[in-house]
């Protein structure tokens, strides 16, 4: 599974749009983009996933470039209970299902 | 979305002892989960996959002999943790697919944070 680029942390407004990017310079044709989110001490949320296509859902949008090479996604009215770290990560859509976490990037929504 | 549940969602135990964690999938059957851990302020580490009626397989650095896993249905997968060390303290997490062959998402258990005296 091709390999994620994240920034380790982000600002963000209370109410005002949290735009995460991620890079992914050597996705293949046939890995989607994943996103999760962990609050503190629980386990991962999932957020949206994509092939190609911008993906939208009551939780984020997911933009991704025409190349693929990079995503961002976006949480249109962050509050403060989406403080959380949020994780990018493409694999290929296979029976096999695994997920492989980079360091992602610690989100912190200020009042 | 699809429930996963795990238990205990706290354990403490004595040095030499074993624990085991249930993962169990509320609402879907899942022919695949996965055990991955946890140590303060880093990324999730995958340790394995369980597989129901089959062997579960170890990611590279991983003593199977150290965690046990088992996945005799399609709704629970256990691991225990073979005589435990402080070493061994750390969050334990799970998860499994609701559909295989697809691009279905991965749903997480709350996790299992195990401390060893």
């Known amino acids: 599974d091709a390999k994620t680029t994240q920034p380790p942390s982000m600002d963000c407004a209370e109410g005002r749009a949290a735009n995460l990017p991620c890079n992914h310079s050597t996705i293949s044709g046939n890995e989607y983009v994943y996103w999760y989110r962990q609050i503190h001490s629980q386990g991962p949320q999932y957020i949206i996933h994509?092939?190609?296509n911008n993906e939208t859902n009551e939780m984020a949008s997911l933009i991704i470039t025409e190349d693929r090479k990079s995503s961002t996604l976006i949480l249109p009215h962050a509050t403060l209970r989406d403080t959380a770290v949020y994780y990018c990560i493409v694999r290929v859509a296979s029976n096999t299902g695994k997920l492989i976490f980079g360091q992602g990037t610690t989100l912190q929504v200020k009042p | 979305g699809a429930v996963v549940s795990q238990h205990p969602s706290r354990v403490i135990c004595k040095s030499g002892t074993s624990v085991k964690i249930e993962c169990r999938s509320l609402?879907?059957?899942?022919?695949?989960m996965f055990w991955y851990r946890q140590f303060p302020k880093k990324s999730l580490m995958l340790m394995a996959t369980s597989n129901e009626g089959s062997k579960a397989t170890y990611e590279q650095g991983v003593e199977k002999d150290k965690f046990l896993i088992n996945h005799a249905s399609l709704t629970l997968s256990t691991l225990t943790v073979t005589s435990a060390h402080p070493e061994d303290s750390s969050f334990y997490i799970c998860?499994?697919?609701?559909?295989?062959?697809?691009?279905?998402?991965?749903?997480f258990g709350e996790g299992s944070r195990l401390t060893v005296l």
């Open positions: 998860s499994a697919r609701t559909a295989s062959g697809s691009s279905g998402e991965l749903f």
């Open positions: 994509g092939l190609k």
């Open positions: 609402d879907f059957q899942a022919t695949t």
